[in-house]
């Protein structure tokens, strides 16, 4: 804070002449320019004549301006301490020696804390310092002579019979606000400590308390053991007058502080001299130069409005980021499916309390005849806005994965979709298929990062480049691949918070997680906690995360009694269909199920069979397959038309096959084949036990 710059606003700030001309005479003057040549100017500090500046002499009366103004620049030398931070509502205190002695508390301290008796430590009458924390902080501005600074300190007021908003003193010499009986409420105050020198007072007659030194600015400076200028101080007059202490210094102190703490905010560097309590006196003869105290102003801004402004914002902040965590959480699964060939878990951790909700989001979908969908994806924002896009884009992919369709066509409607959402959004995603006769992950990535797979015997293999960029650009195509993925492979899809980071490059960090994954092993969601470990992930980490992992375990023993595959190519003409029936009948007896569930299997195969024979071309495979909760019969073929299931009318000879199948099976379903050709597929649940 600079006064300096309040000084012409500022009431009774006229210079004393008097003094003035008593410091210009004792300060040598610069000497007139000669000839032609230009004067120095005087060195900071310095001062020269008022006559060179166009001041009027001491004892004349300021010239007046045109306007009215006076010409001379008024100053702070005539205004007092009291009369300046007497008044404001910042909290004031100078203190003095190693035992931080009061010299001077304003009212705004008193209105608060009580009155304080000039002289006493500060370790006893100023307790709520040491409750501040502000004793050792004054400590070291004392060694080190640099100001320091405490923020948003917790401190007590009390309204004692006041009007509504008014802050009243605790009473005279209470030392808790609490004293005066009022309502005890709270402010915050920043506090800066900063380090001053002033004059040391004279000798008196073993006085009862330690008497309070007169604050002066002359050697008060932020530099360390410095002193702001190089001419010596006035030294008071030698018929030292009587002060009366009243929680206050007297005008000559106050007065010789505010100028101190003015040149301390703005560094100044010029000596002034310390003024008398009454107007300045001239003293004959040389005076010795007095001797100096350290010490510690102490200045506390009250920033309680900023404070609970900040504190509003932030539980606002809260309050949105709690629905958007609740709304995330909700458009997530809350329960995964687990297929029957796959062991799956995932993890979804939001971003640290200071960081928004983004729109991270992993999905598992059972297709049907033991195929699984696994989606993982990320839309690029934050707060409510990103989850409630992530919402909509996961709900569509539950949608477009019941048609069955390849991994590339899905990403292909998700960008559609995405664009029409949130045309300034985009996403990625990565959209997977495992089928457990193929043994292999097919997929499509949308600018996602790459899918790991571990092999049985630990390598770690990383999925090519996205197959096509984020969902929401529109215009472009994007493609499938696929992955080797059979028995004892395991597979994790993850987002950018789990191995990006702000210092390093995001494939450093999937390379930092192939090494985690070679090693981690248990279950997948074992495998899920020790990702997020291993990667540093906390609760305060700065964004979402994601993780999907995926088992295919290798079954052996009973395990593996309870998995069975069969399959009988069919190549076609009348003999097919009876074919089918005793391949079916045979496989099912040999699997040990009921009758009625033999019974029921043959009928789905012969019914699929015929079908394939009316409306399919070759190659015909019949599949068999039993996991430890279902049995799956599928046909294949080489046409790509898909059946449908029709109402057949009475009079009608065919079209009832699939509707045999559909009311007989748990499920069914049809989907095209990679190759060309179709797959038309149901499900028998097994009894439990």
Not at 546 to 573: C, I
Not at 675 to 683: F, L, P, Q, Y
Request: contains cysteine; proline residues 9%.
């Amino acid at each position: 804070m600079n006064f300096t710059r309040w000084s012409a606003r500022l009431p009774r700030t006229q210079r004393r002449t008097a003094a003035r001309a008593d410091r210009a005479a004792r300060r040598p003057q610069p000497a007139a320019a000669g000839g032609g040549s230009g004067s120095v100017p005087a060195a900071r500090g310095e001062r020269s004549d008022p006559s060179d500046r166009g001041e009027p002499p001491p004892g004349a009366a300021a010239p007046a301006l045109e306007d009215g103004l006076p010409a001379a620049v008024p100053t702070l030398d005539g205004l007092s301490v009291h009369d300046v931070l007497g008044q404001v509502p910042a909290l004031v205190a100078v203190v003095y020696g190693p035992d931080h002695r009061i010299a001077y508390v304003n009212d705004s301290y008193t209105a608060i804390f009580g009155a304080r008796t000039p002289g006493a430590s500060a370790r006893q009458a100023l307790p709520e310092l040491q409750e501040l924390g502000l004793l050792p902080l004054m400590d070291q501005v004392l060694r080190s002579g640099r100001p320091r600074t405490v923020k948003s300190r917790r401190v007590s007021r009390t309204r004692a019979g006041a009007a509504p908003g008014a802050e009243t003193a605790a009473g005279s010499g209470a030392a808790s606000p609490a004293s005066a009986g009022g309502r005890v409420r709270h402010g915050y105050y920043t506090f800066t400590c900063s380090p001053i020198e002033m004059a040391a007072p004279p000798p008196a007659p073993a006085p009862a308390v330690a008497p309070a030194p007169a604050v002066t600015p002359a050697a008060a400076s932020s530099a360390p053991n410095s002193t702001s200028g190089s001419a010596p101080d006035s030294a008071p007059d030698s018929a030292p007058e009587a002060e009366a202490h009243t929680g206050t210094h007297t005008e000559a102190h106050a007065e010789a502080h505010v100028e101190a703490h003015a040149e301390t905010v703005a560094d100044a560097a010029a000596p002034v001299a310390a003024p008398g309590t009454g107007p300045a006196r001239s003293m004959p003869g040389p005076r010795a130069e007095q001797p100096r105290l350290r010490g510690v102003l102490v200045f506390g801004a009250d920033v309680t409005d900023q404070v609970e402004a900040a504190e509003r914002l932030r539980a606002s902040e809260r309050l949105q980021r709690q629905a958007a965590v609740t709304l995330q959480r909700s458009l997530l699964p809350q329960e995964l499916e687990q297929p029957d060939d796959l062991r799956v878990a995932a993890t979804y951790q939001p971003g640290g309390t200071d960081a928004a909700v983004g729109g991270d989001w992993y999905d598992v979908i059972t297709l049907g005849a033991g195929r699984t969908a696994l989606v993982i994806g990320d839309v690029m924002g934050r707060g409510v806005r990103a989850a409630a896009v992530m919402g909509q884009l996961r709900t569509a992919v539950r949608a477009y994965a019941r048609l069955d369709l390849p991994p590339h066509e899905v990403l292909q409607l998700l960008d559609g979709l995405a664009a029409e959402i949130d045309p300034s959004q985009i996403a990625t995603c990565v959209y997977a298929v495992h089928d457990p006769n193929e043994n292999r992950l097919v997929y499509a990535s949308a600018g996602h990062l790459p899918i790991l797979v571990r092999d049985p015997d630990g390598t770690v293999s990383r999925a090519a480049e996205p197959t096509g960029p984020p969902l929401g650009t529109g215009g472009w195509l994007h493609a499938s691949a696929s992955l080797p993925f059979g028995p004892g492979s395991s597979a994790v899809l993850y987002t950018d918070g789990l191995v990006e980071r702000r210092d390093k490059d995001i494939y450093e960090g999937v390379a930092a997680l192939e090494r985690v994954f070679a090693g981690a092993t248990g279950t997948p969601q074992v495998m899920c906690d020790r990702l997020i470990r291993a990667l540093g992930i906390t609760a305060e980490h700065d964004d979402d995360v994601a993780v999907l992992v995926l088992q295919h375990p290798a079954r052996t023993g009973h395990d593996a009694e309870l998995f069975h595959n069969a399959a009988l190519d069919l190549l076609g003409g009348v003999e097919a269909a009876p074919r089918a029936r005793a391949f079916a009948s045979g496989v099912l007896a040999s699997w040990r199920f009921p009758m009625e569930l033999r019974d029921l299997g043959v009928l789905a195969a012969s019914e699929l069979v015929a079908n394939s024979l009316q409306h399919g071309v070759p190659p015909m495979r019949l599949r068999l397959r039993r996991t430890d909760r279902r049995l799956i019969i599928e046909v294949t073929d080489g046409d790509e038309h898909l059946p449908r299931r029709r109402r057949a009318e009475p009079a009608d000879e065919a079209g009832r096959g699939i509707s045999i199948v559909a009311t007989i099976a748990s499920s069914w379903g049809s989907r095209r084949t990679p190759g060309g050709g179709k797959a038309v597929w149901c499900e028998f649940a097994l009894p439990a036990g």
